[in-house]
């Protein structure tokens, strides 16, 4: 009897640390945890209509993170009102992370979109911008451990191929001051010029 009140007690006060881990983690994003059906951290593209304009905004990829500071790059496009094609471009971001590893996911919060490159609509890039910043200003985005642990493998091999230094020597010549007979005899051709030509049988 008393050993099962002792494991009873044991299992609460596991649940009851567990609350208090927790809870700070879903304190500074500003509420509580999310039921799990809720809890969709890869729907990519993500998009939202700002001033008529549909907004898309793609999976970012990874630049660098120290554990807690995230820089990184988005595509992105935008269909203004009316049109047909969409202008693409793509976007700097910043951002600060938290890692949930109990459920798999890694938070980002003030996030900020330093620069937005729209090659085929310059003169709208700050105006995209704007709105590309009001849309992720929206609240906390999430994303799957397992993506971003993908990407901090692609980040490093790739920043391993670059630090490999690329061979690109030039080629070797070697040069004689004595003259070299040739292999071909002297011929005379119909111009009566010298050259020195093969003969063949026949």
Not at 1 to 7: D, F, L, V
Request: aromatic share 10%; net charge neutral; proline share 7%.
């Amino acid at each position: 009897m008393m050993k099962g009140i002792i494991g009873m007690m044991v299992f609460v006060l596991a649940l009851f640390l567990l609350a208090i881990w927790n809870e700070p983690v879903f304190a500074q994003f500003g509420g509580d945890q999310p039921p799990a059906e809720e809890v969709t951290p890869d729907q990519w593209p993500r998009t939202a209509t700002i001033g008529g304009a549909t907004y898309s905004g793609y999976q970012p990829q990874l630049d660098s993170w120290d554990d807690y500071h995230f820089e990184g790059h988005a595509a992105v496009s935008v269909l203004p009102a009316g049109a047909k094609n969409p202008d693409f471009g793509v976007i700097e971001i910043t951002a600060k992370t938290h890692v949930h590893r109990l459920f798999r996911t890694v938070d980002f919060k003030d996030i900020n979109i330093s620069k937005a490159t729209f090659p085929s609509a310059s003169d709208k890039a700050t105006a995209y911008q704007q709105a590309l910043q009001t849309m992720v200003s929206g609240g906390p985005s999430s994303m799957s451990l397992d993506r971003f642990k993908a990407m901090l493998g692609i980040a490093s091999a790739e920043k391993q191929a670059r630090s490999v230094p690329v061979k690109n020597e030039a080629p070797k010549f070697l040069f004689s001051h004595r003259q070299q007979l040739s292999p071909f005899p002297l011929t005379e051709t119909r111009s009566g010029s010298l050259c020195r030509a093969p003969r063949w049988s026949g």
